[in-house]
């Protein structure tokens, strides 16, 4: 079996995996709800803004952290959007152990990229 082989079975081992099942059915459930797919949406929208302000040294004002944190609770009371964000961290953390193993193995080519990339900085 080659490497592709290898990597087309993984990939239908995930996507018959429990945990993505109970993903793609927590997705269903919170899709079934405008409201709550909303919510979460901006949610998601105001801490990617806060993450860009903080990365940027910027003041995040007032009310974003405010929205930001009445949304939370909303969001922390939703058993719906509970249930989905459970599921999805299931499932990235499979695909972060998935990525850990393939760099751990390949570490060698991992290292060779970064000194070729620290090179050309300089």
């Known amino acids: 079996m080659n490497h592709y082989d290898y990597a087309h079975n993984l ?7 429990d945990e993505y099942q109970d993903l ?8 079934g709800d405008a409201k709550n797919k909303e919510m979460l ?3 998601r929208r105001l801490q990617w ?7 940027l040294q910027k003041e995040v004002d007032e009310v974003t952290r405010r929205r930001i944190e009445q949304l ?3 969001a922390g009371a939703n058993r719906t959007i509970q249930e989905y964000l459970k599921a999805e961290y299931r499932f990235g953390q499979i695909m972060a152990d998935i990525q850990k193993i393939l760099s751990d193995a390949l570490s060698d080519w991992f290292n060779a990229a970064a000194e070729f990339i620290a090179d050309e900085g300089e």
């Open 11 to 17: 990939a239908c081992a995930l996507k018959e995996s």
């Open 24 to 31: 793609l059915k927590a997705r269903k459930e919170l899709e």
């Open 41 to 43: 949406l901006e949610l």
């Open 49 to 55: 803004d806060m993450q860009k302000a903080q990365v």
């Open 72 to 74: 939370g609770e909303l």
